[in-house]
């Protein structure tokens, strides 16, 4: 996360126990923060430019836990700013909401930024020819 911002936790996705937890740890898999006050020019209209970090593993699992909440924040957006460079993982769910997102925003005029992408996020953009949804490469 980008460590100049105010941080407003939105959603923490526990690791379910099972395997992999057997304890019942309730370390989180995903964290999704909502960045703010954001910077740069003023809206040009009465929507928000939303910016959100994606803090752990942006799989199957966890899509299913945040894609409402994210389409809700992208249909009430001008911009969605994600930043990704705290994500640890990435799959092809979390490729699929990615695409939603940018489809919505679209929809409306809107679109979807990617800030700060990591080295495994960039490759598996890369191999599913999907670099047209980076934006911004920071």
Do not use: N
Not at 27 to 32: A, S, Y
Not at 99 to 110: I, K, N, P, S
């Amino acid at each position: 996360m980008c460590p100049t911002l105010q941080s407003h936790l939105l959603r923490r996705i526990p690791l379910p126990a099972g395997p992999f937890a057997p304890d019942g740890s309730i370390d989180p898999i995903l964290e999704v923060h909502l960045l703010g006050p954001t910077t740069g020019p003023p809206p040009v209209d009465h929507r928000p430019v939303t910016a959100l970090a994606l803090k752990g593993q942006l799989c199957q699992y966890t899509v299913g836990q945040i894609r409402e909440l994210v389409l809700d924040l992208a249909a009430d957006s001008m911009m969605i700013v994600l930043d990704l460079h705290d994500l640890e993982f990435l799959d092809a769910a979390g490729l699929r909401l990615l695409l939603e997102v940018d489809g919505e925003l679209a929809r409306h005029d809107g679109r979807l930024v990617l800030e700060r992408v990591g080295p495994l996020a960039r490759r598996v953009m890369a191999i599913c020819d999907l670099e047209h949804l980076l934006l911004a490469w920071r």
